[in-house]
């Protein structure tokens, strides 16, 4: 790679390109200029805001990065990276919502047309859903949550169709995750021949936001540096 190498980072639903600030850190420390947007709904409203709204600021946002540039998402994220792979060198996919055929596995769930999770966001909630957090970034992430447009989240589930990236693929998967069984994303990334790096993470959004975070993205960028330079 080249002093030109950059990062798209993806956050996931209910999120913001905060959730990424560790991992930020890491990779400006090794020399990449990083973008970390957040994902905007539609101008007439979240609960009118589909995937495609999503996908196409994901587009973009990569389009306008310098090349050999990489794509890194998490959750929703991931899914919209894998959308978007086609552009980029290399892929790393955070416990990703997985796209077709893998979505069957995936937990039940409905949505409301807006998600009202920074409406209904709850301190102690936030620390349960964040275990490996410490108190600063749980406070920090109570207060940053946001609504989420219920269409995109039903969208998302329902199974998209992705071609296999045909660029270097990580799949960095958590110990332990409610949202996104790991064994789905085990499964896919095998499948797909991606590399897959396991973590003791205990919850879904733990490696960005857990006391694990600068390790596990110091891990994605040594892979990156071994991977993508060798090609």
Avoid: K
Wanted: proline share 7%.
């Amino acid at each position: 790679m080249t002093d030109s190498r950059a990062a798209l980072l993806v956050h996931g639903a209910g999120g913001g390109g905060w959730e990424w600030n560790v991992w930020r850190g890491v990779f400006e420390a090794a020399g990449f200029r990083v973008e970390a947007p957040d994902l905007m709904p539609a101008h007439e409203g979240l609960a009118a805001t589909c995937l495609q709204d999503y996908q196409d600021q994901v587009r973009a946002a990569l389009a306008a990065l310098p090349g050999p540039r990489v794509l890194v998402g998490a959750s929703l994220g991931g899914l919209l990276a894998l959308g978007a792979a086609d552009d980029a060198a290399a892929v790393v996919l955070v416990n990703p919502l997985p796209p077709s055929p893998w979505h069957t596995g995936m937990p039940e769930r409905d949505w409301p047309d807006v998600v009202p999770w920074r409406r209904d966001a709850r301190l102690s909630g936030t620390r349960r859903a964040l275990p490996g957090a410490d108190e600063a970034t749980a406070l920090f992430a109570f207060r940053h949550w946001r609504d989420e447009s219920g269409a995109v989240l039903r969208e998302a589930r329902s199974g998209i169709a992705v071609s296999r990236p045909a660029c270097p693929m990580l799949c960095v998967v958590s110990d332990h995750d409610d949202d996104v069984p790991p064994a789905i994303t085990r499964t896919m990334g095998q499948a797909w021949g991606a590399d897959v790096l396991q973590t003791v993470s205990g919850s879904h959004v733990g490696p960005l936001l857990g006391r694990e975070a600068a390790r596990i993205a110091t891990q994605a960028v040594e892979w990156l540096n071994r991977t993508v330079s060798s090609r």
